[in-house]
């Protein structure tokens, strides 16, 4: 090969190195968490990432959504369902630590209206008071909000009349923002949902008695041990991250 031959394809072999681009580090640590969580936990990342310099890399979704990523193999280090059933189907096929469960959080129902300073209402009131509009909810037969939520509506004898007025979306999240955005009425998510828009209004709360309770587990999952994930899984136990909940209006139950 001659000088001039070689001198080219050493450069082209430069160039191709320099252009390439690089792959994407895998996070420190990954948490699949509840998308009704996204407001506080964004702050317990923040406030780790102050102590150790690490940020936590979280994932919001549907408990649902997430579940089922997590049997697929998805490398979450951390998982925190918004209800028991979901983490029971993992614990059963072996996907999480067992022996790391622990109930984190709990939460309440509630009813809120499109708009500031909406007036109460009675929740056996809500078939009129939606006036031909819709009832914004996560899905009902596998997010836990909308398993709650038609729970409660069952409990209080108004379902039937307000079924076909339901619609449902992928996470609370998104139903709270059909509300905020003026889309529909009415909507039914957890009271820190609510807490963290400035464009409704809670008009009612759920008798706690109407629902099953609500509780949030979390647990490492089942991948490879992870030091910096198992740290900061200590840490949403904490009593530095505890007010961080709190002012989001969760209650911690450990």
Excluded at 154 to 162: H, N, Q, R, T
Excluded at 192 to 200: G, N
Excluded at 230 to 248: C, V
Aim: glycine content about 6%; some cysteine.
């Amino acid at each position: 090969m001659s000088r001039r031959i070689l001198l080219a394809a050493i450069c082209a072999v430069a160039v191709c190195t320099i252009a390439a681009p690089r792959a994407r580090a895998a996070p420190e640590i990954l948490v699949f968490a509840a998308a009704s969580l996204k407001t506080a936990l964004d702050d317990v990342a923040r406030q780790w990432l102050a102590k150790t310099g690490t940020m936590p890399t979280v994932s919001y979704a549907a408990t649902s959504t997430l579940a089922r990523q997590i049997q697929r193999g998805a490398p979450a280090d951390i998982f925190v369902s918004a209800n028991r059933d979901w983490m029971d189907v993992l614990e059963k096929d072996g996907s999480i630590r067992p022996e790391s469960r622990r109930n984190l959080l709990g939460n309440r129902l509630v009813l809120i209206g499109y708009g500031r300073s909406r007036p109460a209402i009675r929740i056996g009131d809500l078939p009129a008071r939606l006036d031909g509009g819709r009832l914004a909810m996560a899905l009902v037969d596998s997010v836990p909000a909308g398993i709650y939520g038609k729970q409660a509506l069952e409990s209080l004898g108004v379902w039937d009349e307000v079924a076909r007025r339901v619609v449902q979306a992928d996470n609370v999240r998104a139903a709270l923002a059909f509300v905020a955005r003026g889309e529909a009425p009415l909507g039914i998510v957890y009271a820190t949902d609510a807490a963290a828009s400035d464009r409704v209004s809670v008009v009612a709360a759920f008798p706690a008695s109407s629902h099953r309770p609500i509780a949030y587990p979390a647990a490492l999952t089942a991948g490879p041990a992870n030091r910096k994930a198992g740290a900061f899984y200590a840490h949403l136990f904490s009593a530095a991250a505890r007010p961080l909940f709190e002012r989001q209006g969760f209650t911690v139950v450990e």
